[in-house]
């Protein structure tokens, strides 16, 4: 059975940085592009970066470019999201995703599209 686990959210103050880890089991995760959500209590869950089989494409979401950096470690079936200079507004809970795809340059932006969701990390970034 497919599982995705998130580890490595927490609290940081605005201006710190974190690195968040997803671990896959019951999948070889190199077939899958990887999705990073995130989603506040009442609002729609919103990609925030997401990563194509083998790495090659990358979609960051305009509020994050260039702070934010997904990459995947397909040999020890794991994705990352290295977060730097955060702001109070990226408190959310985050979420990985991963969504089967032939292709090697395709990246998924819709939540809709994903087969397999952890349950989440929470960052919370103070003032």
């Known amino acids: 059975q497919a599982q995705l686990v998130e580890s490595g959210g927490g609290l940081v103050q605005a201006g710190g940085s974190l690195r968040l880890s997803c671990a896959a089991s019951g999948i070889f995760l190199s077939n899958y592009i990887v999705g990073w959500f995130r989603q506040a209590p009442g609002k729609e869950r919103e990609i925030v970066a997401a990563?194509?089989?083998?790495?090659?494409?990358?979609f960051y979401a305009h509020s994050v470019r260039g702070r934010f950096t997904v990459s995947r470690d397909d040999g020890k079936n794991m994705a990352y999201l290295q977060m730097t200079s955060l702001k109070t507004e990226d408190t959310d809970v985050y979420y990985c995703?991963?969504?089967?795809?032939?292709?090697?340059?395709?990246?998924?932006?819709?939540?809709?599209?994903?087969?397999?969701w952890g349950r989440g990390t929470q960052v919370t970034v103070s003032s």
């Open positions: 995703a991963a969504d089967y795809m032939l292709d090697r340059w395709t990246i998924t932006e819709s939540p809709d599209a994903y087969d397999h």
């Open positions: 990563i194509s089989r083998e790495g090659g494409n990358t």
